[in-house]
Each structure stands twice: as C-alpha cells, then as structure tokens.
Nanobody, 116 residues
Framework: QVKLVESGGGLVQPGGSLRLSCATS????????MSWYRQAPGKERELVAV????????NYGDSVKGRFTISRDNARDTVYLQMNSLKPEDTAVYYC?????????WGQGTQVTVSS
C-alpha cells in the first residue's frame, strides 16, 4: 500500500522559513519522480517543485524560484521542501505527490500559513 505523509507545516511570519517533509512507503521510492504542490483557498492546485528519481534534476514554479528548494533522501524514502523568504501568498495546503508506474499518489497535505 502506497503511503505519503507530509509534515512540517505551521504558522510562520513573513520572511521566515519552514522545511516540509514527505515520508513515503509502499513503493520503490528511488524509482519515482516526486513533486510538491500547493492549494490555496478558492484556487486551483499548483505545482511548486519537482525532482527526478535520482535527485539530479529539479524544476520550480515561477512564484517560488530562488526561495524554495526541493531535495530527496533515497535512503530514507523522504522528499523535502525547504521554504525560505516566505510570503503571505505562500499560504496554502502543501501536498507531495509520487509518480510511480504512470500513477499519481498523493499525501493528505500539510497547512502552511504565513502571517504576522
């Protein structure tokens, strides 16, 4: 059974940092590209960052380039999202996604709120 569990969300002031984690199980993590998405109230889910199965390639949404960093630890079956210089518009539920054998698997999400 594929399982993805996000953690690390919370309330942070503008300009602050958070690191999200997504712990996985039930599939061969090192074979799966991984992504982070987010969804703000009343908005569609948007891609934040994606990392290849080996970690050798990454891509970011325009709104987070230069501020967020995606990484993975294939020994721990975990993907991370380091978020710096956070802005109020980064407030959303953040989800991780695994792409494995042409199927997408999602976690339950973790709330990030950026507010003073």
């Amino acid at each position: 059974q594929v399982k993805l569990v996000e953690s690390g969300g919370g309330l942070v002031q503008p300009g602050g940092s958070l690191r999200l984690s997504c712990a996985t199980s039930g599939f061969t993590f090192s074979s799966a590209p991984m992504s982070w998405y987010r969804q703000a109230p009343g908005k569609e889910r948007e891609l934040v960052a994606v990392i290849s199965s080996t970690g050798g390639s990454t891509n970011y949404g325009d709104s987070v380039k230069g501020r967020f960093t995606i990484s993975r630890d294939n020994a721990r079956d975990t993907v991370y999202l380091q978020m710096n210089s956070l802005k109020p518009e980064d407030t959303a539920v953040y989800y991780c996604k695994a792409q494995y054998y042409l199927r997408d698997y999602w976690g339950q999400g973790t709330q990030v709120t950026v507010s003073s």
